[in-house]
């Protein structure tokens, strides 16, 4: 009877330590998941940021701040000016769109992305060199896609 009994209580911690396993297997997926998000959050980012000093590069600080003003006064600017000012919106729109990447794989709380998608679309719904920079075709699909309805909503 004991051996019986020893037997029965064998074969319940036998089940219980499969299913401890299969937990322990599915935590460990779950693990190794959260880890490639966070590194494709991470190596996006440093793609990002490489992106953005290739475009800052032939920024000048003094040009920039003149094109910015001249611009927002209306006043005519030089060629060298608006080559200025179409650069400073690549670099924010690519933030955008590197904002817009890490909202979508969760690397992004959703309050964070309303602001930088209000500010999107303040910047393509009243800045020439930004509709300029979003009709370019340097965007991934569904990063143009959203740039293309902001502007539809303008």
């Not at 060629?79 to 650069?87: A, G, M, P």
């Not at 933030?95 to 679309?121: P, T």
Request: glycine fraction near 2%; include cysteine; charged fraction near 20%.
């Amino acid at each position: 009877m004991k051996s019986e009994q020893l037997q029965k209580w064998a074969s319940v911690a036998e089940i219980i330590a499969s299913i401890a396993v299969v937990l322990s297997l599915i935590y460990v997926a779950m693990e190794i998941d959260s880890n490639t998000r966070a590194l494709q959050a991470s190596t996006r980012q440093e793609f990002a940021a490489l992106d953005i000093q290739l475009v800052a590069t032939p920024l000048d600080p003094l040009t920039l701040a003149t094109a910015i003003d001249k611009y927002s006064k209306g006043e005519d600017i030089t060629s060298l000016e608006d080559s200025q000012l179409y650069r400073n919106q690549q670099i924010q729109i690519r933030v955008f769109e590197n904002a817009f990447y890490q909202y979508n794989i969760g690397a992004l709380r959703k309050s964070d992305w309303d602001r930088y998608q209000a500010y999107l679309s303040s910047r393509l719904c009243n800045n020439e060199h930004a509709i300029r920079v979003a009709e370019s075709a340097f965007f991934p699909d569904d990063f143009a896609a959203l740039m293309e309805e902001i502007m539809m909503s303008c």
